[in-house]
C-alpha cells in the first residue's frame, strides 16, 4: 500500500507514480549488465596476484587471491601446501598474507592481513543460470590480473559438492581468481586442477567461501594429519611418511590426501611399483580429477608399461575430448609405441586446444629430432624461448636441439644468455658440462657437473654418469668407476649406469669384476645387443674366447650394425683356429662396412693364410 506524503515543497506527486517509482527501486534490474570494461574495472582491485615464497625468501609460485572481507582473502589450498610465506600483490602496496583457515575436501583456504582493505567482493546468492555471461578475473600465467568472457555451461557435481563449469578461457595462475557475473558480482573461486580441457573449467560456488572457518573445524584431526605427512614430505623422511601414510590408508582407505602421499613416499624410497599402485588408488578415489589421471599415465610411461599406458590414454581422452591435456598425454603413449605421425597429430590437436601448452611444442620437437629434423626442433625451442625470455625450460630445450645438430658452439653461446636467475642453477651447471663434453674439454665438463651436485641437482645420478663419461675420456677409469659407482648408488632402478660401470670395469683393467654385471644385465634384459656387446667383449678380454663367442654371435643377431662386434668375431674365431668362421664374419663386415672390413682383413684373416682379400 502507497502512503501520501507531503512533498518538501508543499506539492506531492501523484500516489501511483510513487508507487511505480519504489517498485523501481526495490526490484533487480535482471536485464541490465555491465560491459566488459566496466566489470574489470569493478573487479579488479579486488583481485591479487598470491605470490608464494619459500624458507629463503625466493619466490616459488604466482597464483591468485580474490577479496571477500576486508581483511580477508580466499584463495585455493593446493597450490599453497609448500609455502613458507604469503603475500598479496597487485594492490595499493605489497601486502604478508597468513592462511587462517582451510577447507581442504573443497581446496579452499581463507587468508587474512592486517590492514583493512575496502570494495571487498558481494556475493550473489543462489544458483547460476546455465548459459548466462561470465567473467573470469585472475593472475592468468603470473602476467597480472586480466578478464576473459564466457558462459555458465553446467553445474557439475563432485564429492565436494556441486562446482561451475564456465568457458571464460583460464591458465595456470588463475586458481584462486574470480568468476563474477554481468553485474560484477562474485559467482565462485576459479579452481585450476578441475580443469578438464580448453574451456572447460571450474570454479567453486562463492558461498563456500563463508564456510571455510566452520568445516576447517570439523577437519581439525584430517588436517593435522595433514600436516604432519606435508611436513615429512618436505623434509624427505620417506620412510617415516611411508608409515604415517600406511596408518592413514589403514583407516581411510579411500582418503586420496593419505594415497598421495604414499605416492610421493613410494617415489623416495624408490619403489616403483608402491608409486603405481598409490597413483592407481588416488585414481579409482577421483576419475573426476584429470590431473591425477594425467599423473597416473605418467608413471605408466615412465614405468615402460607402454600398452598400459596407452589404453589408460585412450580412456581418459574418452572422456575428456576437449582436454589439451588428454591429447598430450595420448601423444606420449603414442610416441612410447613407436607411433610417431599419429603421436605428432596428438600433439597438434592438444595445440589447438592450448596454444601455451610448452610441453606439446617439446614433444613435436623431439619428434622432429628423432627424424632428424634439427632445423624444426631448434626452430620451435627458438620461439619459445622468446615466447618465455625468463623461462630456462626453452632454453634448454634449445640446447639440446643444438647439440642434436651437432652445432655444440651455438649450444656454448645459448647457455651464455640463459636468464640471469637460472645462469647460477644446477639445471645450468649440468648442461654446461654435457656442452663441454661435446666441445672435447672433459676436465672443464668434471667441473661443471660437480658444481650442478654441489648446487643439489635432482638428477643426480646423470652428473656424476657425466664424470664418469669424461673421466674415461681422459682415459682415468679408476675415478671413472667411482663415479659410475655413484651415479648407480644414486639411481639403482637405471640399467644404464650398470651397463656403463661395467664398460669402465672392463676397460680400466678389472674385467672379473665386470663379468658379473655384464652377466646379469644379459639375464634381465635378454633383448639388448648391447649388453651381450659387454658380456662378449668382457670375456674376451679375459682370454676366454670360446665362452666369447655366444655371447658375441647373439649381439650381431639382434643388431648387425655394431661394426667392432664383427671385428671382435673374427679375432675370437681366429684365435680358436676357426678360420673359415673368421672369414664368414669378414665378409658380413665388407657388405656392411668396406673400409672396416678391409683394416680388419689385414689384422685377422692375412697373417693366418697369407691371402689378400
Known amino acids: 500500500m502507497c502512503i501520501h506524503k507531503p512533498h518538501r515543497h508543499g506539492r506531492s506527486l501523484p500516489a501511483w507514480l510513487r508507487c511505480v517509482g519504489y517498485a523501481l527501486l526495490i526490484q533487480p534490474l535482471t536485464g541490465w549488465s555491465l560491459s566488459p570494461q566496466e566489470v574489470f574495472t569493478s573487479a579488479a582491485p579486488r583481485v591479487a596476484a598470491l605470490e608464494l615464497r619459500d624458507a629463503a625468501g625466493k619466490t616459488i609460485g604466482i597464483y591468485s587471491a580474490t577479496q571477500i572481507g576486508a581483511k580477508h582473502f580466499v584463495a585455493v589450498c593446493?597450490?599453497?601446501?609448500q609455502a613458507h610465506s604469503l603475500q598479496l600483490n597487485g594492490l595499493s602496496a605489497p601486502i604478508p598474507a597468513r592462511i587462517s583457515a582451510r577447507d581442504r575436501e573443497r581446496n579452499l583456504c581463507l587468508l587474512d592481513v592486517d590492514a583493512a582493505l575496502s570494495s571487498a567482493f558481494s556475493v550473489t546468492a543462489g544458483t547460476p543460470t546455465i548459459g548466462s555471461k561470465v567473467f573470469a578475473v585472475s593472475n592468468a600465467l603470473g602476467l597480472g590480473v586480466g578478464i576473459s568472457e564466457g558462459i555458465v555451461s553446467g553445474l557439475r557435481r563432485f564429492p565436494a559438492g556441486n562446482y561451475i563449469q564456465f568457458t571464460s578461457p583460464i591458465s595456470p595462475g588463475s586458481e584462486g581468481g574470480a568468476l563474477v557475473d554481468a553485474q560484477g558480482q562474485l559467482l565462485g573461486i576459479i579452481d585450476y586442477r578441475q580443469r578438464n580441457g580448453q574451456n572447460v573449467?571450474?570454479?567453486?560456488?562463492?558461498?563456500?567461501a563463508g564456510e571455510i572457518e566452520a568445516r576447517a573445524g570439523e577437519q581439525t584431526a584430517q588436517l593435522q594429519r595433514f600436516d604432519a605427512a606435508n611436513a615429512l614430505l618436505q623434509q624427505e623422511k620417506w620412510a617415516e611418511?611411508?608409515?604415517?601414510?600406511?596408518?592413514?590408508?589403514?583407516?581411510?582407505?579411500?582418503?586420496?590426501d593419505a594415497w598421495r602421499f604414499a605416492a610421493s613416499a613410494a617415489w623416495g624410497l624408490k619403489n616403483p611399483n608402491s608409486e603405481l599402485n598409490a597413483w592407481k588408488q588416488r585414481y579409482r578415489i577421483s576419475p573426476d580429477?584429470?590431473?591425477?589421471?594425467?599423473?597416473?599415465?605418467?608413471?605408466?610411461?615412465?614405468?615402460?608399461?607402454?600398452?598400459e599406458a596407452l589404453a589408460h590414454a585412450q580412456q581418459l581422452l574418452a572422456s575428456h575430448q576437449e582436454s589439451a591435456q588428454a591429447h598430450w598425454l595420448m601423444a606420449r603413449a603414442q610416441r612410447a609405441s613407436g607411433s610417431n605421425l599419429a603421436a605428432e597429430a596428438s600433439y597438434q590437436q592438444a595445440l589447438t586446444l592450448d596454444p601455451w601448452l610448452t610441453s606439446a611444442y617439446q614433444g613435436l620437437a623431439e619428434l622432429a629430432q628423432a627424424r632428424g629434423d634439427t632445423a624444426t626442433a631448434i626452430g620451435i625451442w627458438t620461439r619459445l624461448s622468446g615466447l618465455y625470455p625468463d623461462a630456462l625450460q626453452p632454453r634448454i630445450g634449445l640446447i639440446q636441439a643444438y647439440l642434436a645438430g651437432n652445432q655444440a658452439a651455438k649450444a656454448y653461446s645459448t647457455l651464455d644468455k640463459l636468464p640471469e636467475a637460472s645462469r647460477n642453477t644446477a639445471t645450468a651447471w649440468y648442461w654446461r658440462g654435457v656442452v663441454l663434453m661435446r666441445l672435447d674439454c672433459p676436465e672443464a665438463a668434471v667441473q661443471a657437473y660437480r658444481s650442478s651436485l654441489e648446487l643439489q641437482f635432482d638428477n643426480a645420478d646423470w652428473a656424476w654418469a657425466g664424470i664418469g663419461e669424461a673421466m674415461a675420456e681422459m682415459k682415468r677409469y679408476p675415478e671413472a668407476i667411482r663415479a659410475m659407482e655413484s651415479a648407480r648408488q644414486a639411481n639403482p632402478a637405471n640399467d644404464t649406469w650398470q651397463y656403463q660401470l661395467g664398460v669402465y670395469l672392463k676397460d680400466g683393467g678389472r674385467a672379473d669384476e665386470a663379468l658379473p654385471i655384464a652377466v646379469?644385465?644379459?639375464?634381465?634384459?635378454?633383448?639388448s645387443s648391447w649388453y651381450w656387446r659387454l658380456r662378449g667383449r668382457t670375456l674376451a678380454r679375459l682370454n676366454r674366447p670360446l665362452e666369447a663367442l655366444p655371447p658375441i654371435e647373439r649381439s650381431l643377431q639382434l643388431n648387425p650394425q655394431h661394426i667392432s662386434q664383427w671385428e671382435l668375431l673374427e679375432h675370437m674365431n681366429q684365435s680358436l683356429g676357426r678360420h673359415q668362421p673368421a672369414r664368414d664374419a669378414y665378409q658380413k663386415l665388407r657388405a656392411l662396412n668396406a673400409t672396416a672390413a678391409a683394416s680388419s682383413?689385414?689384422?685377422?684373416?692375412?697373417p693366418f693364410d697369407g691371402e689378400t682379400p
Open 201 to 208: 573449467n571450474f570454479a567453486s560456488p562463492a558461498a563456500w
Open 601 to 606: 682383413y689385414r689384422a685377422f684373416i692375412l
Open 78 to 81: 593446493d597450490v599453497m601446501e
Open 241 to 256: 611418511l611411508e608409515a604415517l601414510s600406511l596408518n592413514w590408508r589403514n583407516s581411510q582407505p579411500d582418503n586420496a
Open 289 to 307: 580429477v584429470l590431473t591425477i589421471g594425467i599423473r597416473l599415465g605418467e608413471v605408466l610411461l615412465a614405468q615402460g608399461l607402454t600398452k
Open 520 to 527: 646379469a644385465l644379459t639375464e634381465k634384459v635378454p633383448g
